[in-house]
């Protein structure tokens, strides 16, 4: 869900690498390699679906927006609104300012709260929106440091114990659950997970150890009511940040490419004007 916020909510991270940047693409630095594929096949599929039935008028940054929502309420989580209206960025971040806006699992939650306050996200915001790693997967090197060369004294002895069958290697290519509790539910088990020592990564866990975030972790954890709801705050604040709007950016007849490489829809604009002066 983080992965959307490096330049704002406008749909950079789903351009291939090419000239609508310098560099590695946003897509293929590291803190986003966890993304897979098929999700980005399923917003073009989308995309194209919406622009055969309306026209090329909803952009991929809302087409993004709006699938995240569904994809958290079909799996048992809370359904809410989505203010739409965004068009699509023209460039994508560079890997410096990937790796700037995207702290690593490893980080502490005092660094992470330091990185988001930047983006007016607060402490309860940051919670809230962790709590979506109680769906998906983890690749071991992700927090393959907690278990190697020494497990991490805050780790659940047992939990590590398992995590070492799966990662016999710090590097080893493999993955695990996010949430061992209800692995395929969105709800509020991540917060019992970590007041059991069982959080995944550093970042994960640490919400639960550092004094400013350890009581909402518990609030959390105890009331999934209060948990929804601070978690659609959370998320409604994070998809307006830094949107384009009005002739800002474009709406993409391909969401991995930006429309001035996109040779379909550049030959299609051909005929378009060939087809009105034919008269």
Do not use: W
């Amino acid at each position: 869900m983080e992965k959307s916020m490096v330049q704002g909510c406008d749909g950079s991270v789903l351009l291939d690498g090419s000239t609508s940047g310098p560099g590695q693409s946003e897509k293929t630095a590291p803190p986003n390699l966890t993304l897979r594929a098929r999700a980005f096949q399923i917003i073009n599929e989308l995309r194209a679906k919406i622009h055969k039935k309306c026209g090329r008028v909803v952009s991929c940054a809302d087409i993004t927006a709006l699938a995240a929502r569904d994809a958290v309420f079909l799996s048992g989580g809370p359904d809410y609104a989505v203010p739409l209206g965004r068009r699509d960025g023209l460039t994508f971040a560079t890997l410096e300012a990937t790796l700037d806006n995207l702290p690593p699992p490893s980080s502490s939650a005092s660094a992470i709260l330091d990185n988001l306050s930047r983006k007016n996200l607060d402490a309860t915001d940051v919670v809230a929106l962790s709590g979506g790693h109680t769906i998906g997967i983890a690749h071991c090197p992700s927090f393959g440091n907690r278990l190697y060369p020494t497990t991490d004294p805050v780790m659940d002895k047992t939990f590590a114990k398992n995590l070492k069958v799966v990662c016999p290697k710090n590097d080893t290519d493999a993955f695990t659950v996010q949430d061992i509790r209800t692995p395929n539910t969105f709800d509020n088990k991540y917060y019992v997970d970590l007041m059991n020592r069982q959080g995944l990564f550093n970042s994960d866990q640490d919400l639960y150890t550092f004094s400013k975030t350890k009581e909402i972790v518990k609030s959390f954890a105890v009331d999934q009511s209060l948990f929804f709801e601070k978690f659609v705050i959370a998320m409604t604040k994070m998809g307006q940040l830094s949107v384009l709007t009005g002739t800002q950016g474009e709406i993409r007849a391909n969401c991995s490419v930006r429309n001035p490489d996109n040779k379909a829809y550049l030959a299609s604009v051909v005929e378009d004007v060939e087809s009105l002066t034919e008269f």
